[in-house]
């Protein structure tokens, strides 16, 4: 190991486990100082400049504090695109790539859809970039993620409509309009904040995580809803969830009349996307 890696190594051991300070510090060498990574497996002795070593010292400093390497980098990776993301909005999941996978799989004949509760845009975008002849509208109600989302869309040459909305509220008009409407509304519980890393729970917006203990389910009910209005006859709601309440969502979707309801397991075998047609 060179004097780097063991900086890097000795000054994050204690916060993360060993198979992520590894993951870490090849990252910071090669992606973020562009180091060139066999010099950094062979253990070759590496001479940072001034201006290397400060931003290494301002890498780990920051990752001390536990900030998600995607805030520190400013960008996280999604469907093959790099996303623009800051503390005002949510990372993009791994998972939620399947979610895209699976409406786009889906919907290749879809000409308008609609993502709601949006943050980055991945989805939306990401939507947009996979079924070109498409419209894709997408709401969010942070003024500080749609600053994001418009950014992105706009490095990523999308044309995604971002429109600043509130879900829950219902002063707006409503006419059936979309082919498709998919979310992955906030949806973790107060109760399961205990069980959360700390780079989730001190630097990620509460507003995109977190949903009542009484009330897991609000999001998707009110969707659920709107879906009744917003949806063209054939139309189709796709939902990212918690993978304790995949039963739940299915029997609320069957008690507001949809049909074919499917609960979708992800990669790791946990209940994951419920999807439903009008
Ligand atoms: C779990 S995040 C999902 C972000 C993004 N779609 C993704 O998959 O990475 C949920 C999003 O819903 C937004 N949100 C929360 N409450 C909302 C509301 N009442 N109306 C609209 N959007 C809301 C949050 O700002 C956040 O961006």
Known sequence: MNRITTYIRQSLQ???PPEEVKALSMLICCDMLGLDALDIYMGKDIILSECKQRELENIIFRLQK???IQYIRG???FDGRRFKVAPGVLIPRPETVELVELVARENTDACRLLDIGTGSGCIAISLDKRLPDAKVEAWDI???ALAIAYTNNKELKAEVMFLQRDVLSDDWEKTPSFDVIVSNPPYVTEAEKNGMDANVLDWEPELALFVPDDDPLR???RI???GRELLLPEG???FEI???YGRETAHMLEMNQYRDVRVIKDIFGKDRIVTANR
């Open 242 to 244: 918690n993978q304790a």
């Open 66 to 68: 536990n900030e998600p």
């Open 142 to 144: 942070s003024e500080e």
């Open 75 to 77: 960008f996280a990776e």
């Open 219 to 221: 999001f998707y009910r």
């Open 224 to 226: 659920a809803d709107l």
């Open 14 to 16: 204690e916060i993360y």
């Open 236 to 238: 189709r709601l796709y």
